[in-house]
């Protein structure tokens, strides 16, 4: 796609990753693509660059508004690989161009590039430039994802430049929120915005919300959000921020979500009077199965609901491989704000949902004990324990979700 205008003499130049299916390790159905913005001002600036493999797009949009040899500011909001590694390109086109990053920025560029031949100037927060009509100032998000990470307010447009937060993996042809809208729906958006928010920022949910704050704190006018993945945000940028601090302040569905894996179908038959139970209180629920589903889809669901119900078999005196696998992948996110619980079959001494409960409390998280337990198959009887389990479970999640409204 050609540079689009997001604001007067401000251009989107990056680019779209239409086939992208896994963004180390998450799975991304929907595409992605890498966002930089160009300014047109007396000092010509540009904010981030991209993947390098989309490194030859960037610089041709470039082109495309001016000589890159031109661009006197290069604003690196952070070093991760898919949107710094055309740097060394960039800056080859760019002789005169200062960067601009932080201290932390500066030692992990260093890493990947010879960076002595660079004018590098270190910002931190609070820092401004001016490039002629407009001032830019920076601020440090550390560990938001990274340690190196910064934004961008241009306070003349009233634009903030969120690097990766705010964003979502989604390629498409429309560059803003109402567009996309307007092509697909604003659940799908949301819903992309739930699914970045599980699998890369979960654990930063104090960290947002100290700097949404700051931000607030500032008084920093914001009509638009521009971030490096996904739409930029100009129908309503207040709808994203006020996502975000409910997502990092907890907020859920009333719904259980059972996420499961099987050997011999025991465990897998168990789901049905489980689900059936918490149905009959009145309570949504959603069934995965790990092998059937991405382990990001697993991690966005379990952040969607309230209370999460772990299924596994016993295998080897302990969980099945899937089901460990998960709960690494969660226990990583450090989740807050949950009720979970475990069932799942065994043929001798069982072990899986011991183990379960282990990784559970190591989490912090709310547990509904005890578990649930079949011997080889459910029988008719243990469809009825199931049941009730499931039903008791969804009581459990009702009373706990009461407190956080």
Known sequence: MKAVEIKPDIYWVGAIDWAIRDFHGYVTPNGTSYNNYLILDDQITLLDTVKYDFADVTIDNIKGLVDPARIKNIIINHIENDHVTSIEKIMALTPHATIYITEKGRKGLDRFFDISKWDIKIVKSGDSLNIGKRNLLFLETPMLHWPDSMMTYVKEDKLLISQDGFGQ????????????????????????????????????????????????????????????????????????????LDMANGKADLRVVIIYDTIWHSTEQMTLPLLQGIKDEGVDVKVIKLRASPISDAVKEFWKARGCLIGSPTLNNSLFPTVAEFLTYLKGLRPKNR???????????????????????????????????????????????????????????????????
Request: glycine fraction near 10%; charged fraction near 25%.
């Open 169 to 244: 993996h989604l390629a498409s042809a429309g560059r803003f929120d109402d567009e996309f809208i307007s092509s697909s729906s604003e659940s799908a958006l949301e819903d992309a915005v739930k699914d970045y928010y599980a699998n890369i920022l979960m654990p930063f949910g104090t960290l947002i919300k100290s700097k949404i704050a700051e931000i607030q704190k500032l008084g920093l006018e914001i009509d638009m959000i521009a971030p490096d993945h996904g739409i930029i945000w100009r129908q309503d940028p207040g709808k994203i921020i006020n996502m975000y």
């Open 339 to 405: 009720m979970i619980g475990a069932f799942g079959s065994y043929g001798w001494a069982g072990g899986a949902v011991r183990d379960a409960y282990e990784e559970f409390r190591k989490m912090g998280l709310e547990l509904s004990e005890p578990g649930m337990q079949v011997l080889y198959r459910p029988a008719p009887e243990d469809n009825q324990r199931c049941y009730e389990f499931g039903a008791d479970f969804a009581k459990k999640v009702k009373e706990y979700h009461a407190r956080f409204e």
